[in-house]
Structures are given as C-alpha cells and as structure tokens.
C-alpha cells in the first residue's frame, strides 16, 4: 500500500513537471528577454 502511495505520487509529479516543461530553446527565448528588459530599465 505504501509503496503503491509512493509510485503514485511519483508519477503524479512526473505528470506535473512534464506539463510545465519548456523546450530548451523557448526556455533560452524568455531568458534573453528578460535579461533584455533588464538592461534596458
């Protein structure tokens, strides 16, 4: 039971961070913007 909690759960925060997962290339996109709009305030 326990272990079939855990398995659970695990998957469950595969699930969420699959959801929220960005391509490395939109991640480096939101980077430089943001680096951009750094800089320039």
């Given at each position: 039971r326990f272990k079939r909690q855990?398995?659970?759960?695990?998957?469950?925060?595969?699930?969420?961070?699959?959801?929220?997962?960005e391509k490395p290339s939109v991640r480096r996109k939101k980077k430089s913007e943001a680096a951009r709009k750094r800089k320039y305030n």
């Open positions: 855990c398995a659970r759960s695990g998957v469950l925060q595969e699930v969420r961070k699959r959801e929220h997962y």
